[in-house]
């Protein structure tokens, strides 16, 4: 029986990497055949197309879109709460395994605490990238 689970969980695993590698690589190539067909049509009925459009996708590149003060802030409050949040799985697990063992609920509780250090901070720094380009607009 622990064979048989081993097996599954060895296809499981190799199969979800594979979906997770060939889905978006196959959603991709449906986009750009969708955008060649609306050129296409476009073109066919003497619409004038962006060449920011054909260069993109010459290039394979996505436009980028402008990053605003708003987006900024925006991102700045996820990545801070997404902080917090393992912050406070740290003090859950902290306070959860201190009827185990102290040195274990110390270790882990401070770990994950310290692994929210970094969204937290990635959130504040957009904080202060918000804070410093409040008044202005950014292509």
């Known amino acids: 029986m622990d064979h048989l689970t081993g097996f599954v969980a060895t296809i499981l695993f190799w199969t979800v990497l594979a979906?997770?590698?060939l889905v978006p690589?196959?959603?991709r190539y449906q986009d750009r055949q969708r955008?060649?067909?609306t050129l296409r049509i476009a073109f066919e009925k003497g619409q004038p197309v962006p060449p920011e459009l054909i260069t993109a996708l010459q290039t394979n590149?996505?436009?980028r879109?402008?990053?605003t003060p708003?987006?900024?802030l925006r991102r700045a409050v996820i990545f801070i709460a997404l902080g917090l949040g393992f912050c406070g799985l740290g003090y859950g697990l902290w306070y959860g395994l201190m009827s185990v063992n102290d040195i274990a609920a110390y270790v882990t509780g401070g770990s994950v605490a310290g692994i929210g250090a970094i969204p937290g901070l990635v959130g504040v720094a957009h904080l202060v990238l918000w804070a410093s380009r409040r008044g202005t607009t950014k292509v």
């Open 19 to 21: 979906a997770v590698i």
């Open 25 to 27: 690589t196959y959603l």
């Open 35 to 37: 955008m060649h067909e």
């Open 61 to 63: 590149i996505a436009p």
């Open 65 to 67: 879109r402008p990053t």
């Open 70 to 72: 708003e987006s900024d």
